[in-house]
């Protein structure tokens, strides 16, 4: 299942000009053994970085005191946003 969503997210973040670097996911199992997405998605969990420039979109920019988080957030929002609209 992992290796699904490792593929899905990718193609989506491929085709907004980030490349997911890595991200954290925690899985768990119902009573019947059906393995079970447990996690969200999110920008503390995952590391995005722009494809053109290498520059991080993400927590690492808290992390290393690069500045600009909440713009990088943004940023990551708004091509998130214009490619499932369509615009």
């Known amino acids: 299942k992992a290796l699904l969503v490792n593929k899905l997210l990718t193609k989506v973040f491929d085709q907004v000009g980030l490349t997911l670097v ?44 690069l500045g600009r988080v909440e713009e990088s957030y943004q940023e990551v929002y708004q091509r998130l946003k214009r490619h499932f609209e369509g615009n």
């Not at 999110?42 to 991080?56: F, Q």
Request: with cysteine; glycine share 12%; aromatic share 12%.
């Open 22 to 65: 890595d991200f954290k996911l925690e899985f768990g199992t119902d009573a019947s053994g059906r393995i079970l997405l447990a996690d969200e998605f999110t920008g503390d969990g995952c590391r995005l970085w722009d494809k053109e420039t290498g520059e991080p979109l993400d927590k690492d920019r808290f992390r290393h005191d």
